[in-house]
Every structure is written in structure tokens, then in C-alpha cells.
């Protein structure tokens, strides 16, 4: 199965700052069929960016996905008061699909 | 608008079985795989398996292989999943989530709200 690793495990930063997370597959997503997620605590999660960088129905554009390959990066260009959640990555190229282990972006 | 409720939480006791149901509205059933995600307490998303609700034919993750059946009701719009021989490991959140596009390999653009299995004696 495809593991996938996420960076870092979490980030403490303050509204209006820029927000870089890191997911990186231990082999090649030939398709780059990865999909980024956010989960507030007690609710399911929700589809922010799919096949790498196509933003989901409805998602601001302060959020954008990039990469191809191994690496790949979710970035939130100002965070918002309610952008503080985890994230998680997944990939779906292969069976099984898999999910990173999240990375929690918390208020300095 | 697209909609997947999900049956109420569950308590159940070691070695016993529970079947959760995923009642789908709003779009063609039949056009979009439906995956099973689970959620242990304080931990992350693990992939559970998929159903072909046109054909009815399943893939599940190696770590369920005999121990997890999924099914569907095309004429009530539903997909159903069983877990048996429950374990204190079991004890999680469980969720469908509806496969992005008619793809086979498809993004999670859709997800219930939850269901809650405790196994406990």
C-alpha cells in the first residue's frame, strides 16, 4: 500500500498568516490522484482539493492544492478564523487508498 | 442537494457483529461508488472498502478481508456495512463517503454524517 507522510504534525499560526502543509507518498502517484481534506472536530470530513489541485465545489479560493509524483502541497494563503481544523491527505491512484496521519493547524 | 444519513450509534459487545446504513439521496445512485471510512477516537482516517452500487460488487482493505461485507437496496437508495467478530479496535466512527465522478478511482466529494460503534462489555 501506498503510505503516505505528512508535514509538519502541526502548525501554530495567527489569522491572516499563510499556511503550508507538506503530504509525500512513499511511491509515485502516477495519476496524481490526490485529494486534501479538512475535519473540525465532531464533524465529517470535507473534500477541500482533488486530483492534486482542483479545488472542490464551493471551496474559497485561499486554498490551493500543487505538486505531482511524491510530493504535494495544501496551501492556505490567509487563514481564516475557521480554517483552524486538520487536514488530512489521501490518495486514491492505487488500492488501497490511503490517508496521511493529518497535520493540525491550531491559533498562536 | 446531495444527501447521505447514516443509522444511529451503536453499542455493541465483544465478538458480536453491527451493520450500519448509508441512506443516499439526491443524485443517481447507481452512478458513484460509495466507500466505508472509519475513525478511531483521537486517531486518523483509515479506508475501509468500497461498493459498486450498480453491480454490487465490493473491494475491501486486506485488513478486512472476512471480517467486513458491504451491500446495497438500489430500490430504497442504500448501502449497508457489516462488521463482524467486534473488537475493543472496533470502537470507532464509521463513514460512508460517495465517490467523486463516476470513476473508479474518485475523490471523497460526499461523506455521511457519522455513525458511532462502541464495543464494550
Known amino acids: 500500500e501506498i503510505v503516505l507522510t505528512q508535514s509538519p504534525g502541526s502548525l501554530s499560526l495567527s489569522p491572516g498568516e499563510r499556511a503550508t502543509l507538506s503530504c509525500r507518498a512513499r511511491q509515485t502517484l502516477t495519476s496524481n490522484y490526490l485529494a486534501w481534506y479538512q475535519q473540525k472536530p465532531g464533524q465529517a470530513p470535507r473534500l477541500l482539493i482533488y486530483?492534486?489541485?482542483s479545488r472542490a465545489t464551493g471551496i474559497p479560493d485561499r486554498f490551493s492544492g500543487s505538486g505531482s509524483g511524491t510530493d504535494f502541497t495544501l496551501t492556505i494563503s490567509r487563514l481564516e478564523p475557521e480554517d483552524f481544523a486538520v487536514y488530512y491527505c489521501q490518495q486514491y491512484n492505487n488500492s488501497p487508498w490511503t490517508f496521511g496521519q493529518g497535520t493540525k493547524v491550531e491559533i498562536k | 442537494q446531495v444527501q447521505l444519513v447514516q443509522s444511529g450509534a451503536e453499542v455493541k459487545q465483544p465478538g458480536a457483529s453491527v451493520k450500519v446504513s448509508c441512506k443516499t439521496s439526491g443524485y443517481t445512485f447507481t452512478s458513484h461508488y460509495m466507500h466505508w471510512v472509519r475513525q478511531a477516537p483521537g486517531h486518523g482516517l483509515e479506508w475501509m472498502g468500497l461498493?459498486?452500487?450498480?453491480?454490487?460488487?465490493?473491494r475491501e482493505s486486506e485488513k478486512f478481508q472476512g471480517r467486513l461485507s458491504m451491500t446495497r437496496d438500489t430500490s430504497t437508495r442504500t448501502v449497508y456495512m457489516e462488521l463482524f467478530s467486534l473488537g475493543s479496535e472496533d470502537t470507532a466512527m464509521y463513514y460512508c463517503?460517495?465517490?467523486?465522478?463516476?470513476?473508479?478511482?474518485?475523490?471523497?466529494?460526499?461523506w455521511g454524517q457519522g455513525t458511532m460503534v462502541t464495543v464494550s462489555s
Open positions: 463517503a460517495r465517490s467523486y465522478g463516476e470513476s473508479y478511482y474518485g475523490a471523497f466529494d460526499v
Open positions: 461498493i459498486n452500487p450498480r453491480s454490487g460488487s465490493t
Open positions: 486530483d492534486a489541485s
